[in-house]
């Protein structure tokens, strides 16, 4: 059974679709990462799953169940801005989650503020935006949840901090906690997500898990001598699902293996010619930019 | 205790009606001490005489302008939460009718203690002047129970046109006072108008005036003989106005409660 089950679900703005027959499963104890573009519709699921925002259509279940306040005690929520109130300090935010939720853990919570090195008697209107997102990371995890729900939780934090969060992130997974998670930093994603879905305009255009979703395509990139690719044989190929170029350097998203593709790159003139693994940043881009792209286009996205 | 948030800001509103009353605390003892100086036939011992009869209500009518100030700041709570928490206050365990219940009962309360501080301090200032004579009569109780409700009323009456919203708390606390002064004042003026147009202001004012807590707060003391009836008052009696007051309450904070469900984050 999933944990958290989203059945086509769809949230307008008046005449505005920002969430467009979305269905996913979160399996239990996954790490989910939900991916897109600015404005994909990210943001709008995730409160349209919390019943923060009230869905035009679709069902969503936890255990199969639908979400009643009592589920809100094993349930985190770190929103993508502070919503902190400014006129609190560390202590009183710390202290509301102590008196609201029976699991919430002071030593771990005391453990977390040191990790962040946050100031508990520091205002949240003096607190910098990195300070901001530790403080309802702190507040989210002193809990215990058993589900996470984590939009943009490294946004404004430092190399260091980000890297804290990844950590607190696939130690709860490893404790069984589930969490469903959204960054812009692909690679942090790519290091927890086991599974992943892709929204782009409101609509789930890629879904899986992610071991998956690497295995059954590649990359075939080839060096040319120049940067005058004759690309036109390519683009008929229905093997190949998107074509970079990069000034001499030009790559193929490939199905399965792309057997015979290196070949062909070899006898177009390429000097050098490899095979790799899809990480998660080409899945992403494949699937938001799917075709043929100029690397400037790629890199913008 | 879900509400913990709430109880903090009600502790700070408490401060900031603690430093009013300690100011008028201290001016009240600098006026003492300046009198027992300067005028030592002011002395206690000699006030007995002096002590002027005074109906208790007073006390509880003084409180109420404090209450109102409580009430302000207080007031639109639940469009304070809109305004940039909701991901907080709707992902605790309890549901959207409780809390907002439980919020809106906490600050009721810091609004009464507020009042009975006030009455305090009263007390406090009489004992250091004049200790009067206080005396109730049939009016008492339907007195105090208009101004210990005038306030709460107001509170709901704010809470409630301001449920909806995510900004602009301000400025429906700001119109709010300017609406709930000038209202019953311009519906009474144009009462007895003998031109259409008169008519038609008051055929468009009183009904709001009818829904305007502070409509029903007014109240009059005539001479030493005590309480009287309001002023003001549209329907009469004190206890009227009083029961119109509870109405008022329970409708404004359900109607918060209704449009509060119904805001997303």
Known sequence: MSTISIERLSKSYGK????????????????????????????????????????????????GHELTPSLFESISYVPERSVLYEWMNGAEHLEMQRRTFKRYDSKRAKQLMDLFKLDPRKSVRAMSKGMRTALAIVMAFAINPETLVLDEPTSGLDPVNQRAVLNLIIESAAQGATIVLSSHQIGQVERA???????????????????????????????????????????????IERLDQSGRILRLTVKADGGGLAETLSSMGAQSVRIVDLNLEDIFLNAVAPGSQTADVVEAG | MYYYAEVLRGTRASRVIA??????????????????????????????????????????????VIGLVTATLLGGVLAKENDGHLEIAWTKPVSRDRLAAATMGVDIVTILLSQFATVLLVLVICAMFVWPSFYSDAATLPSIAITLLGPIAWYACLTAFSASLKRGLGMVVGLGWLAALVVPAVAEGT????????????????????????????????????????????????????GILIVLIIVYLALSVLQWRRVEA
């Open chain 1, 16 to 63: 505005f679709l920002a969430v467009d027959d979305v269905t996913i499963e979160i399996p239990t104890g996954s790490v989910f990462g939900l991916l897109g573009p600015n404005g994909a519709g990210k943001t709008t699921t995730f409160k349209c799953l919390l019943g923060l925002a009230r869905a035009t259509s679709g069902v969503i279940r936890f255990d």
């Open chain 1, 193 to 239: 997500a086991d599974h992943l879905a892709v929204l782009q305009n409101g609509r789930v255009i890629l879904a899986g898990a992610v071991d998956d979703l690497k295995s059954d395509r590649k990359i075939v990139e080839g060096i040319f001598p120049s940067e005058t690719i004759a690309l036109d044989g390519l683009r008929r190929d229905s093997r």
């Open chain 2, 19 to 64: 430093i009013i009353l300690g100011i008028f605390l201290a001016l009240a003892i600098m006026f003492r001490l300046w009198a027992f100086a300067e005028h030592s036939r002011i002395h206690v011992s000699g006030a007995h005489a002096m002590s002027p009869n005074i109906p208790v209500a007073v006390l509880f009518a003084i409180a109420e």
């Open chain 2, 191 to 242: 009462a007895r108008s003998s031109s259409d147009f008169g008519r038609a202001i008051h055929w468009v004012f009183q009904p709001i005036a009818y829904i305007d807590p502070i409509e029903y707060v007014h109240l009059s003391f005539h001479g030493s003989g005590g309480m009287s009836a309001m002023q003001n008052a549209p329907l009469g009696p004190l206890g009227v106005s009083a």
